[in-house]
């Protein structure tokens, strides 16, 4: 199983290549220049691995929620090197992404995801571990002010509470103060997550044709033509 997996939803821009058992990362800090950084992170591990484009099984990318232009960023690489190559696409999504990175480290099998989605407001969700070790959604993801995030009533108190919307909102803690115990390391979504996400989906065949490669940003007032912005980025 070979899969090439990307995210620029966020300031962490990032590739990951999984052959088998084996992961190769690139992984750099940028305030902006993610355009210009995610093509060469691209070619430096495919070059370093001995692998074509061709040559792999599927791309996976951080569809998003996250920075308008970084999840359109993405989506648009992702149609671009998978039409190129005729490869199928698995969108991964970034609070997902963070979540796994939450379950690698903290023992417990519950967490709540809450990214800065700036104007005032926090992209969040609820997950949980799934027996495979993987983070599934346990309700849908969301986009609201910081005040309105809420765990489900049937989950303990304690929870763990990660991403930048913490550090961004003290207000989160002072909301669901008790009902979540905010991780004091700001997780952001990177691509070898979105890699080990999308191995399961590659292996039962639930992957996309190229064209689908499209961002989710979660606000209503962008969400409604999602198409359209990709298709003004589709390279020619």
């Not at 800090?29 to 993610?34: A, E």
């Not at 309105?148 to 991403?163: F, H, I, K």
Request: proline letters at 9%.
């Amino acid at each position: 199983m070979r899969i090439l997996a990307l995210d620029t939803a966020t300031e962490n821009c990032s590739v990951a290549l999984l052959i088998g058992h084996r992961l190769s990362t690139r992984e750099e800090r940028l305030p902006r220049g993610h355009a210009e950084r995610i093509l060469p992170m691209v070619d430096e591990l495919l070059t370093e691995s001995g692998t074509a484009l061709r040559g792999l099984d599927a791309i996976a990318y951080g569809r998003g929620p996250g920075a308008f232009t970084g999840v359109r960023l993405a989506a648009s690489i992702t149609q671009g090197l998978a039409f190129g190559a005729g490869l199928p696409v698995v969108p991964v999504s970034d609070l997902r992404a963070v979540a796994q990175r939450a379950f690698d480290t903290l023992p417990g099998p519950r967490v709540l995801v809450c990214s800065d989605a700036r104007m005032q407001e926090v992209y969040w969700a609820c997950f949980e571990r799934a027996t495979d070790g993987l983070a599934a959604p346990a309700g849908e993801e969301q986009v609201s002010a910081p005040a309105e995030v809420s765990l489900p009533a049937r989950w303990p108190d304690g929870t763990p509470g990660v991403g930048s919307g913490f550090a961004a909102y003290p207000v989160l803690v002072r909301t669901l103060a008790g009902r979540v115990s905010p991780w004091p390391e700001t997780l952001l979504p990177r691509a070898a997550e979105i890699a080990r996400l999308a191995q399961p989906e590659v292996v039962a065949g639930r992957v996309l044709p190229a064209d689908q490669a499209v961002p989710v940003y979660l606000r209503n007032e962008v969400a409604r033509s999602p198409a359209a912005a990709v298709i003004k980025l589709t390279p020619g």
